[in-house]
């Protein structure tokens, strides 16, 4: 495994970020496809000693059961200094007014809640997963900078966005001397490349990592268009991402390269990610344990400018989904 610092800041990231929104109890929240814990311990164990040490989760994956699941897998198999724990906090968890966004008592309150869920006294990054068009940004980011001077987080992070806004909380923090954020977790990967346009130049002048979620298009990219798994039969979210008009053409190509080199498709889709200086690690979802020797063995693969220019050359400008 390699490692990185999260953009510009001082914090030391594993390339590979596992993504804990994998496991969860299927009967809590909205991924009926996340893996139960005794099916999630063997492979959060082998992510570890594969030397992943970057860990991203949130309150809503499987109503808080993502985090559950999380906090025990790090008491149980390594130490608390050994891993970067990050969440996230704006989906709604209670019914009634103030039971989801950014408003300062959702904020605290959610912190106080994840960090019970994963048994810690702090995490490392804290991400707001959306933005909060109903909260004062201002409100938002000093709720956020109150919760760095409290010692119970490290950094601070965001996820999908418009550019516009997110260039609005990093220059508002600025102004008022906050903490302010230091990565962006968005939708990035070979079938939608939107945030090529505005987000990650602005991450890149600024100094933000970039973490993507989804790297894989939930699976799209590791196999043939028409394959069917378990989880993409009830991935709904997923569903709606992708299109087979625009999108056929970049998996058969990825399928391509894939052959030609001798390797599984996932490793292509990740080095394709990984070489592009402004992302700092791709968030792997995995559900398999040979998903994850996939994941570490994309770090080592180096595409050629040849290779990464037909990778690219089939991609149509796609709408922005997913917030
Ligand atoms: N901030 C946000 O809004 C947001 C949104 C989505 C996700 N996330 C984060 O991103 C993480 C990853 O999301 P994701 O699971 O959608 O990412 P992904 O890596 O694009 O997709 C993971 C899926 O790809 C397939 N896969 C992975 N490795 C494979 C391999 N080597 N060979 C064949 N198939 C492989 C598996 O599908 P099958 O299970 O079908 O085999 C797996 O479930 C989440 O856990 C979460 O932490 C954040």
């Known amino acids: 495994m390699k490692y990185v610092r999260l953009g510009a800041s001082g914090l030391e990231v594993s390339r590979i970020c596992l993504g804990m929104m994998s496991f969860g109890e299927p009967e809590r929240g909205m991924t009926p496809w996340s893996l139960p814990e005794d099916e999630a311990m063997p492979l959060i164990r082998k992510a570890l000693e594969a030397g992943v040490t970057f860990l991203d989760t949130a309150n809503v994956y499987s109503a808080g059961s993502s985090e559950e699941i999380t906090g025990r897998a790090v008491r149980e198999f390594t130490a608390r200094d050994d891993v970067v724990l990050a969440t996230k906090v704006h989906g709604r ?28 006294d702090h995490v490392d990054l804290y991400q707001i997963h959306r933005w909060d068009p109903a909260t004062p940004i201002e409100e938002t980011l000093e709720a956020l900078d109150s919760a760095v001077r409290s010692g119970k987080v490290r950094y601070l992070g965001a996820s999908s966005m418009w550019a516009w806004q997110f260039s609005k909380a990093l220059y508002t923090a600025g102004e008022h001397g906050w903490h302010r954020f230091v990565s962006m977790q968005d939708h990035y990967n070979l079938l939608n490349r939107e945030e090529e346009r505005e987000m990650l130049p602005l991450c890149a002048d600024r100094g933000v990592g970039v973490i993507p979620w989804s790297p894989l298009a939930r699976g799209r990219l590791t196999r043939d268009w028409d394959e069917a798994t378990a989880r993409s039969g009830t991935d709904d979210f997923g569903r709606r991402l992708y299109d087979e008009r625009s999108d056929r053409a970049v998996v058969e190509r990825v399928g391509e390269v894939a052959r030609e080199r001798g390797v599984p498709r996932a490793r292509v889709a990740l080095a394709w990610l990984l070489a592009k200086p402004v992302v700092t690690a791709p968030i792997v979802g995995v559900t398999k344990a040979g998903h994850l020797d996939d994941a570490v063995a994309a770090v080592d693969l180096h595409l050629t400018d040849e290779e990464i220019a037909r990778l690219e050359e089939p991609y149509t400008p796609h709408a922005v ?3």
């Not at 209670?94 to 048994?119: D, F, H, K, M, Y």
């Open 93 to 120: 968890m209670r019914p009634g007014p103030n039971g989801g966004g950014l408003s300062r008592v959702a904020i605290l309150r959610e912190l106080e809640a994840s960090l019970r869920r994963l048994q810690v």
């Open 321 to 323: 989904v997913g917030f």
